[in-house]
């Protein structure tokens, strides 16, 4: 039997842009992608802390460094720049794999969405 159990999170970055004539998705600063172990095209959900929305798109690969957390298509519409969001991906995996599999969780400056170092 698989279950599905959390593999990446990103806890609290910022919305920087909002662009509902895009296809859909949301684009996310390249150095927070690696450091969550994302991998682009890869289904998140996005919590909203400041509406409680919750919803799922897929990942594109931002520009390096950039902090960028833009919401693309039908997602734009879910958040507004400024607004904090958590970003999740989960994975399945046999109950034995996940008893003790440690899922990749960052926490970035909420004002830069940049790593801390």
Same mark, same amino acid.
């Given at each position: 039997?698989?279950?599905?159990?959390?593999?990446?999170?990103?806890?609290?970055?910022?919305?920087?842009?909002?662009?509902?004539?895009?296809? @859909? !998705?949301?684009? &996310?600063?390249?150095?927070?992608?690696? $450091?969550?172990?994302?991998? *682009?095209?890869?289904? /998140?959900?996005? #919590?909203?802390?400041?509406?409680?929305?919750?919803?799922?798109?897929?990942?594109?690969?931002?520009?390096? @460094? !950039?902090?960028? &957390?833009?919401?693309?298509?039908?997602? $734009?519409?879910?958040?507004? *720049?400024?607004?904090? /969001?958590?970003? #999740?991906?989960?994975?399945?995996?046999?109950?034995?794999?996940?008893?003790?599999?440690?899922?990749?969780?960052?926490?970035?400056?909420?004002?830069?969405?940049?790593?801390?170092?």
């Amino acid at each position: 039997m698989l279950i599905e159990v959390l593999k990446s999170k990103i806890h609290r970055v910022h919305v920087t842009e909002a662009n509902l004539d895009y296809i @859909g !998705s949301i684009t &996310i600063d390249e150095d927070l992608i690696e $450091a969550a172990n994302l991998i *682009p095209n890869e289904k /998140v959900t996005v #919590l909203n802390n400041n509406n409680g929305e919750r919803f799922e798109t897929y990942v594109i690969k931002g520009q390096r @460094g !950039s902090g960028i &957390i833009c919401l693309n298509g039908a997602a $734009a519409r879910r958040a507004l *720049p400024g607004d904090i /969001v958590i970003i #999740l991906s989960y994975a399945l995996m046999d109950a034995e794999e996940a008893r003790t599999f440690e899922p990749r969780i960052i926490f970035p400056d909420t004002a830069t969405n940049r790593l801390i170092k």
